[in-house]
């Protein structure tokens, strides 16, 4: 590491320069006037045909619980330049964090100079022209605003309970970010974004080692979550998933949670490519060749869309191309309406260029879980899903555990804490099983992470098949 | 970030496809472990840079911290990404800064910044003073750290030869290209995606216990992912996973003779098109360590760390059948007396390979499982005071084993895998030699899917190539596959391994744990095994 590697920033916009040195959310996050100048600033270096500057700052604040006690805790900011060069059908992109004009520059200049020796990219497509974005709120002082004592309190919301109960042991996780991304072209093109996220997970356990139940939730404005409450449902589910019992694994009726349907379904959006189904190496091809476009799929009662401004995600309102992004329907009535076209891919396909969904919401009914138990004779709730991998892209079948609270319902009642179980099973199958649907609601967070929002399911058929002995 | 990856299109829908999680083939390692300390040519740490490690400690202690570390790195990465016969992108990113942790009264505070000015530095130190102070109200019991030796000034680079930051971007996409149409020669392959993954850490350390330590790592990664569509599109069979990432430099991948082997993984993937499906039951699976790195990694390496084990992990990557400690450590029979299970960060191009950890400590090489028996966890200097008592009884020393890591200057260090591997046993028999002991059974070759629960009891694991053993001989090749394990009953099932010669290292690039996530990279050296009498089910279905 060189010197001129580690001297900061004199030119840089005031705001990225904090008196005391130091950098808070203030200091990390650029308004959109200090963004476009700085990516201004950014392309005067450019000696390319084309240039594209994406800009990311964060700060992200932490604590960290578990075993009863305080883990890790802390405060991150950083900052990332994106210079994307091209030069006809060739291009490359190099990144930094330093944003002295020197080290600008050198980025610039070495994504320059990776460019003009890549090959040719006969995909490249040119830069989109100055784009309309209708803004997203999704910025809340209230993120950036909780300082480390009020963080440790929410700590103290699973800590203290736990404690004091004896038997119970609590871990768990707040994380609060605040970001913008700038995004701006040499064809002029300029996009903004800024936002605020809170997000509190935590899972308490027996300390017989035989229950363990988790909850969570996730909002944009910190205000909105009810911390205290949780903690409270964490620890319910702990209590109640004590001492589960083994029963055969096989096909039940099953009603899951928000949660365990998201981290399902949203896999959905991974396989959802046109390019890979006119390829024919997708779940969408139709036999034969061609895609499943116009095809009932699902469910009737299943829409799945994007919606970047829908109050539950506020996402960011264009993709990494700088496309603009709007409600997009992906299934409608359980029609396969659109797959993502790329840019290239719709203009080799003669259609509009879909963009790349920042959010994945699916429309749900108005049933309770409490509803669905009550009109279960038998069958199996599960919490949330874990550990999902792929087994077979051509059906999307994942493979995965239940965790963190399964249970018997017998006669519309739930009767048992269940082992858990091992599903083999796709998302594709699961919502043509249908039978119940609740009210969707945005998840805290699933494997997959992003934006998502999905309702409860009561679903026939689920495939289990083996059980585990993991608490 | 979306966005960010949006940018940076990296491979788009054929990168997703394509699980980052590397795999494969070491060139000729027969002597079986090897280890390594030092190199010639390691790095020296720049006076300013010192300095500031300096200015950060010192302004930690005088907010009133008891111990601190602070560390200054930059993270380089570079990606060359490729489909069929064109270039999909070219990035390189760079990201420097620091990160300083603070233990005040007890409990931790962590603060990382870019600005790496003596303001700058200072500020990040007395926020992590701060949140820490912040932390006491919530705090139970304290945080103690076992002894580490200082290390006042050492430096160290890891086994590569040449850095892949001077090999010409055209040198490195020809490469790919020219083994991209060798793979498409195959019948029926339609389409391949390859990659290479560069990274390069330059990490300067301090700690107020006097250690100040530079150290420079490079890891390789080639992923490559071939796929044959059948004629009337009612399938298609990817091969991938055939090349373990390293800690290693471009020599390595010129190694690999990546040219000649893309068209054998090219047959490969078209041959899968034509295998037949298996019959469900119970198998003797013969595994070779292209495969059996993975179920080493999930099965015995996550559940014998001792975070996971003491509930750290409750809330994301989960907690460890392997507990509580005092059930398990000399008592718990893992598998057979021919177990043994080495951590260690100390194989030459392994990927958690190093000098020395994110807190100063030198890593030994420990037994996790000792003839059978668990013997050991992976530690820091924060857990290794939590098994005093079983040192203590075993008349061991009281240290850290080195498993402190932090994926980023960013990024909080805390415990991560060293290199876990399985050691070869005293007979010199071979992947082959077992087929031929074996009558009725599947024998597995490269990684596929996996997924095991959280506390790594029932797994269900499949591969890239299964071939059906009939009377010791392969008769043909099998689709379909995967095995069901309960973790003790597998183990205890293991009845051959393979010697010293058979002995390869794989790993992964993309391993996740920790809130919020981060990624390590970790080697896992393996022998063939065969394991008794274990069940299999068949995974196609028609959608």
């Not at chain 2, 994301?316 to 598998?335: C, H, I, M």
Request: glycine share 8%; hydrophobic share 40%.
């Amino acid at each position: 590491m060189r010197r001129d590697q580690i001297t900061e920033v004199l030119s840089a916009p005031a705001r990225l320069y904090h008196p005391d040195g130091a950098e808070g959310a203030d200091d990390a996050i650029l308004s959109q006037a200090d963004a476009q100048a700085l990516i201004d600033r950014i392309r005067k270096f450019s000696r390319a045909e084309a240039v594209e500057v994406q800009i990311f700052g964060g700060y992200n604040t932490n604590v960290r619980f578990a075993d009863n006690q305080m883990s890790t805790a802390g405060g991150v900011g950083d900052f990332q330049v994106g210079v994307q060069s091209y030069f006809g059908a060739k291009h490359a992109v190099v990144t930094t964090n330093e944003l002295t004009d020197e080290a600008l520059k050198a980025a610039v200049e070495k994504s320059e100079k990776l460019a003009r020796l890549a090959p040719d990219d006969p995909e490249a497509m040119p830069l989109l022209p100055p784009q309309q974005y209708r803004a997203v709120e999704a910025y809340f002082p209230s993120v950036a605003g909780m300082t480390a004592e009020e963080r440790a309190k929410v700590a103290l919301t699973a800590l203290e309970p736990c404690r004091s109960a004896g038997d119970l042991t609590a871990a768990g996780y707040l994380e609060n970010r605040t970001f913008f991304t700038a995004y701006g072209t040499s064809t002029g093109l300029f996009a903004y974004h800024r936002g605020t996220s809170s997000n509190y997970t935590v899972t308490v356990r027996t300390k017989d080692g035989t229950g363990s139940g988790w909850a969570g939730a996730e909002h944009n404005d910190a205000r909105q979550l009810d911390f205290a409450a949780v903690s409270r449902r964490a620890i319910e589910k702990a209590r109640s998933s004590r001492a589960p019992v083994a029963i055969e694994p096989g096909r039940y009726t099953v009603i899951l949670e928000p949660q365990a349907v998201g981290d399902l379904c949203q896999l959905i959006g991974f396989y959802a490519d046109a390019r890979a189904t006119d390829e024919g190496r997708s779940p969408f091809v139709k036999q034969g060749g061609g895609t499943k476009i116009g095809e009932k799929i699902l469910d009737e009662r299943i829409d799945i869309y994007a919606d970047p401004y829908d109050p539950m995600v506020r996402a960011q309102p264009f993709d990494g191309d700088g496309l603009p992004l709007g409600r997009q329907e992906f299934i409608k009535g359980g029609v396969l309406k659109t797959l993502y076209y790329s840019r290239f891919w719709a203009k080799k396909k003669g259609v509009q260029p879909t963009g790349a969904p920042t959010s994945f919401l699916m429309s749900g009914g108005t049933a309770s879980v409490d509803d669905m138990i009550k009109a279960t004779p038998r069958g199996i709730l599960v919490t949330r899903l874990w550990y999902l991998r792929e087994v077979d892209p051509r059906t999307i079948l994942y493979t995965g555990l239940t965790r963190d609270g399964t249970f018997l319902i017998e006669n519309g009642k739930i009767t048992k804490s269940l082992k858990n179980f091992r599903f083999n099973d796709s998302p594709l199958f699961m919502l043509n099983n249908l039978e119940m649907l609740g009210r969707p609601e945005r998840l805290a967070g699933t494997e997959a992470g992003g934006a998502v929002v999905v309702p409860a399911l009561k679903v026939r058929d689920f495939n289990f098949t083996s059980l585990s002995d993991a608490v | 970030m979306r966005s960010r990856r949006d940018f940076l299109k990296v491979g788009g829908a054929a990168a997703g496809t394509l699980a980052l999680s590397g795999a494969l083939r070491t060139a000729g390692a027969s002597d079986a472990i090897p280890r390594v300390r030092h190199s010639a040519t390691a790095p020296t740490m720049d006076a300013s840079v010192k300095a500031l490690l300096m200015e950060a400690l010192n302004a930690a202690k005088m907010a009133g911290a008891s111990y601190a570390d602070a560390r200054i790195g930059r993270y380089l990465q570079n990606f060359v990404v490729t489909r069929e016969q064109q270039i999909i992108n070219v990035v390189d990113t760079d990201s420097i800064g620091i990160g300083v942790r603070a233990l005040v009264d007890g409990t931790w505070g962590f603060s990382a910044s870019r600005v790496l000015t003596t303001a700058g530095v200072a500020a990040a130190a007395r926020e992590a003073a701060a949140i820490a102070k912040a932390n006491r109200v919530a705090r139970d019991r304290l945080v103690t750290l076992a002894p580490a030796p200082a290390v006042p000034d050492a430096t160290w680079k890891n086994a590569y030869d040449v850095d892949p930051w001077t090999i010409p971007v055209e040198e490195k996409a020809d490469l790919l290209l020219k083994a991209n149409a060798a793979g498409m020669k195959a019948a029926n392959v339609k389409f391949v995606f390859s990659a290479f993954f560069f990274r390069k850490q330059e990490r300067n350390y301090a700690n107020t216990d006097g250690s100040v330590i530079a150290q420079t790592i490079v890891q390789s990664a080639v992923q490559q992912q071939f796929t044959a569509v059948s004629p009337d599109f009612s399938d298609f069979q990817n091969r991938t996973n055939a090349t373990p990432p390293v800690g290693r430099g471009w020599e390595w991948v010129l190694q690999q003779d990546l040219v000649t082997n893309a068209a054998r993984w090219g047959e490969e993937a078209s041959q899968k098109l034509k295998a037949k499906p298996v019959e469900v039951g119970r198998y003797d699976l013969v595994l070779h360590p292209s495969h059996l790195w993975l179920t080493i990694h999930e099965s015995i390496a996550h559940p014998t760390e001792l975070d996971r084990a003491m509930g750290y992990e409750a809330n994301y990557a989960g907690t460890s059948f392997v507990a509580p400690p005092a059930d398990f450590l000399g008592k718990f029979k893992y598998g057979p007396e021919f177990l043994n299970i080495q951590g260690d960060r100390s194989q030459p191009g392994a990927l958690a390979t190093v000098g020395y950890d994110d807190e100063g400590v030198a890593p030994d090489e420990f037994l996790i499982i000792k003839d059978g028996r668990f013997n050991d966890y992976q530690t820091t200097r924060e857990q290794a005071n939590w098994l005093d008592w079983w040192y203590k009884s075993q008349g061991r020393e009281v240290r850290s084993h080195g498993c402190s890591y932090a994926d980023n200057w960013s990024s909080v260090q805390f415990q991560r895998m060293p290199n876990v591997s399985l050691l070869p046993g005293e007979k010199e028999q071979s992947y082959e030699d077992l087929i031929a002991a074996t009558d009725r059974g599947i024998a597995i070759i490269g990684d596929g899917s996996f997924s095991i629960d959280q506390q790594r009891y029932n797994a269900q694991f499949g591969g890239q190539l299964f071939y059906e053993i009939r009377g010791g001989k392969i008769t043909g090749m099998l689709k379909d596959v995967a095995y069901q394990i309960r973790t003790p009953e597998f183990w205890n099932s293991m009845d051959m391994i393979g010697g010293k010669r058979s002995y390869e290292v794989w790993g992964s690039f993309f391993d996740g744990k920790g809130q919020p996530g981060q990624v390590n990279a970790v080697s896992h050296g393996s022998v063939p095994a065969r394991f008794r009498n274990v069940n299999v089910i068949n995974t196609g279905r028609k959608a």
